[in-house]
């Protein structure tokens, strides 16, 4: 599966849009993009996927660049609820009987 | 929507003893689960795949000994860290396979603490 890099760490006010890059530079043709979202102690939440595509759902939107190569998870009106770790996972997803590889995601601070 | 549940939420032990964690998946069946530990302020690193039937491909230096992975039904799947020894504490998280999603559903966590 494709290695992605995100920022360490980012900051967003209280009901503004919180926009999270995630690059992907050696993405294959027949691997999505997902997101992951780690609340303190709590397991991993499903956010969204796409393959190339943009993609919006309740939660948040999936912007992927014409190359593939890079990504944005946007959450339209971040709460403080949303403070969490952010994972950008590419992988394979004919199936899903393969293992999903964490990186080390992006802690969001949602401030007020 | 999909639900994983785990039990117990956490659990403290002594060192030497045996402790099981139940992972079901509540209203899918999942062939395969997979089991992660995660230590404070690391990202999650997967331990094992757990097949329906089947046994379980463990990850490069997870001792399949130590964590014994049993995956008896297709809503079920148990792993128990014997002769647990304090460096065993960390949080674990299993997870499910949806097929039909094209996604993985996480577990809420086991927090182990081995005294």
């Known amino acids: 599966d494709a290695k992605t890099t995100q920022p360490t760490s980012m900051d967003c006010a209280e009901g503004r849009a919180a926009n999270l890059p995630c690059n992907h530079s050696t993405i294959s043709g027949n691997e999505y993009v997902y997101w992951y979202r780690q609340i303190h102690s709590q397991g991993p939440q499903y956010i969204i996927h796409?393959?190339?595509n943009n993609e919006t759902n309740e939660m948040a939107s999936l912007i992927i660049t014409e190359d593939r190569k890079s990504s944005t998870l946007i959450l339209p009106h971040a709460t403080l609820r949303d403070t969490a770790v952010y994972y950008c996972?590419?992988?394979?997803?004919?199936?899903?009987?393969?293992?999903?590889?964490f990186g080390t995601g992006t802690r969001l601070q949602v401030t007020l | 929507g999909a639900v994983v549940s785990q039990h117990p939420s956490w659990v403290i032990c002594k060192s030497g003893t045996s402790v099981k964690i139940e992972c079901r998946s509540l209203d899918f069946q999942a062939t395969t689960m997979f089991w992660y530990r995660q230590f404070p302020k690391q990202s999650l690193m997967l331990m094992a795949t757990s097949n329906e039937g089947s046994k379980a491909t463990y990850e490069q230096g997870v001792e399949k000994d130590k964590f014994l992975i049993n995956h008896a039904s297709l809503t079920l799947s148990t792993l128990t860290v014997t002769s647990a020894h304090p460096e065993d504490s960390s949080f674990y998280i299993c997870s499910a396979s949806q097929t039909k999603h094209l996604s993985w559903v996480f577990g809420p966590g086991t927090r182990l603490t081995v005294l």
């Open positions: 996972i590419v992988r394979v997803s004919t199936g899903t009987a393969s293992k999903l590889t």
């Open positions: 796409g393959l190339k």
